[in-house]
């Protein structure tokens, strides 16, 4: 018997419009280092590969901005290790504060699991934060694996991370989707011979949709799309 189909989902930017909250723990961080403050969209360039990534970007972007107004090169007030903890303990009790699930999410999961998919989420974000979003809202139990970044020995655009989702969701890559709308969940896909359907609600580049088997519009379309990439 051949395995159940598959649709794995991104978290930022393909299930959840989290940038509010990225943005504002970037901030706060940033506001105890006395650095300047960054705007939600200039966040929003800087999210998919990572909290440590997240950091490094938005420091180097404050940092940078403080060069201009004083005419001094700036350099890391505090260690990158130092930025991703007091990161992530902002982040993870409130990650759900001003996020929201985009239009359709959960009608859209609940109609694939309805149609026999297993889902998994496979997210750069660290598991434990990914599990407690997924509980804020209550769709914990319509997946069948959360693949953090923290989960393998390799994350997205490794394809590791997303064979290893695949399998402890009991499926197999030839009879698995992914949803994303960044460059790693693009480049995950094609390195594990997996369709990528570009979520175009997201944060990524409108031109990575030329890289996808097909974009899709709103998350109510998944449900569509994916049968027809896939049928039973």
Known sequence: MSALRLAVFDMDGTLLDS??????????????????????MQVRSMVGNGVQALVERAFRASLDKKAEESGKAQAMPISTEEAVSRFMAAYTPRATRLSRL??????ALRTLRAQG???AVCTNKPEKA????????????????VGGGDSFAA????????????AQAGSAPERSV????????????????CPFVFAGWGYG?????DKAVVKAAAMQDIPT???RIMPV
């Not at 940038?19 to 939600?40: F, H, K, M, N, R």
């Not at 985009?102 to 009608?107: K, M, N, R, S, V």
């Not at 990914?130 to 694996?145: G, K, N, T, W």
């Not at 994350?155 to 695949?166: E, N, Q, S, V």
């Open 155 to 166: 994350r997205k655009p490794d394809a590791r991370h997303l064979l290893g989702t695949i």
């Open 102 to 107: 985009f239009p359709g999410t959960e009608d």
């Open 225 to 227: 799309l994916l049968a």
């Open 19 to 40: 940038l509010p909250d990225l943005a504002e723990c970037c901030c706060e961080i940033l506001a105890q280092c006395g650095l300047p403050l960054l705007s939600d």
């Open 130 to 145: 990914a599990r407690r979003i997924l509980s804020d809202f209550r769709l914990e139990d319509l997946f069948a694996a």
């Open 178 to 193: 992914m949803v994303g709308d960044m460059p790693p969940d693009c480049l995950a896909a094609q390195a594990a011979s």
């Open 205 to 209: 580049a409108p031109e990575l949709a």
């Open 117 to 119: 998919w297993l889902l």
